[in-house]
């Protein structure tokens, strides 16, 4: 195997794990960050209704703006960047 072949593919598993780190900690539901943030929410808003609604609003936000990121590159043609 080629050397240089070997560290293409140890990056990309590099940039592959990094991401999917990143996206857990993406504080929207249902990832980790997501039940990272309703606990801090439960410190600051005592009023369960209140903090679910606090919760849908941010996540609804976050994954569109993800999705708007995704169309985007796409649209664009972006991607090929990469």
Not at 19 to 36: I, M, R, S, V
Not at 40 to 52: C, Y
Not at 60 to 65: E, K, Q, Y
Request: net charge positive.
């Amino acid at each position: 195997m080629e050397s240089r072949s070997f560290y293409n593919l140890m990056f990309w598993i590099y940039t592959l794990n990094l991401t999917l780190a990143l996206l857990n900690a993406f504080p929207a539901y249902p990832l980790d960050g997501g039940q990272f943030l309703e606990a801090l929410l439960t410190k600051v808003i005592k009023d369960q209704a209140l903090r679910s609604k606090v919760m849908i609003a941010v996540s609804i936000i976050l994954w569109s703006l993800i999705g708007l990121t995704l169309y985007y590159t796409l649209i664009t043609g972006l991607y090929r960047l990469i």
